[in-house]
């Protein structure tokens, strides 16, 4: 099993600029969550999924937007990049007790 | 709203030194609780948890005790490996089972030879 899998790992983007970050797992789980990491800030809930169909917003939803039209599928859309936005996002799909993580993706926003 | 509090790193330890990184959290009711480490360039894996009130959780050496009474949830190694070094996370679910979690800010361990 893959697990969950985040791509790009990388990317640069000019202030409003748009793009989507893809998350995918194939565990079957029902929940699925983005989250950016800033440092000495811990990682803070961006939107989260109980299930195909339902998205809900977190702590720090501003400039997101997420669907959620499969299981296995969570892509994160920003809107109009702005250099706020640069961090580090995790994608995480979680059944249970224990939530699994992707390895990330680095946005830099310029 | 739910929150968790943990001590600012960097910990530089020698290895086989004992090792304790504090957190304490606020939230009602009974919430689960957490530590995930993140090794450079990964993302976060569940280490332990405890579910209730005097639960102690341990793995790969690691053992933290759920303290209602203090609110705590300390994480604790007997002796630290170079191995262990990477930034270690406290987090809590507001209910059993519970879809959200609550980080802390982060402790970044460095063991040294």
């Known amino acids: 099993n893959a697990g969950v899998t985040q791509t790009p790992k990388f990317q640069v983007l000019k202030t409003g600029q748009s793009m989507t970050l893809q998350c995918a797992q194939d565990?079957?789980?029902?929940?699925m969550s983005w989250y950016r990491q800033d440092p000495g800030m811990g990682l803070r809930l961006i939107h989260y999924s109980v299930g195909a169909g339902i998205t809900d917003q977190g702590e720090v939803p501003n400039g997101y937007n997420v669907s959620r039209s499969t299981t296995e599928d969570f892509p994160l859309r920003l809107l109009s990049a702005a250099p706020s936005q640069t961090s580090v996002y995790f994608c995480?799909?979680?059944?249970?007790?224990?939530?699994?993580f992707g390895q990330g993706t680095r946005l830099t926003v310029v | 709203g739910d929150s968790v509090t943990q001590m600012e790193g960097p910990v530089t330890l020698s290895e086989e030194a004992f090792l304790t990184i504090n957190c304490t959290y606020t939230a009602t009711g009974y919430p689960s609780l957490f530590w995930y480490v993140q090794y450079p360039g990964e993302g976060l894996q569940l280490l332990l948890k405890a579910t209730k009130a005097d639960d102690k959780g341990s793995n790969k050496g690691f053992e933290a005790t759920y303290r209602k009474e203090t609110t705590s949830f300390h994480l604790e190694k007997g002796s630290v490996q170079v191995s262990d070094s990477a930034v270690y996370f406290c987090?809590?679910?507001?209910?059993?089972?519970?879809?959200?979690?609550?980080f802390g800010g982060g402790t970044r361990l460095m063991v040294k030879p």
């Open positions: 565990m079957n789980h029902e929940y």
């Open positions: 995480a799909s979680k059944q249970g007790y224990e939530a699994f």
């Open positions: 987090a809590l679910s507001p209910n059993n089972a519970g879809n959200m979690l609550t």
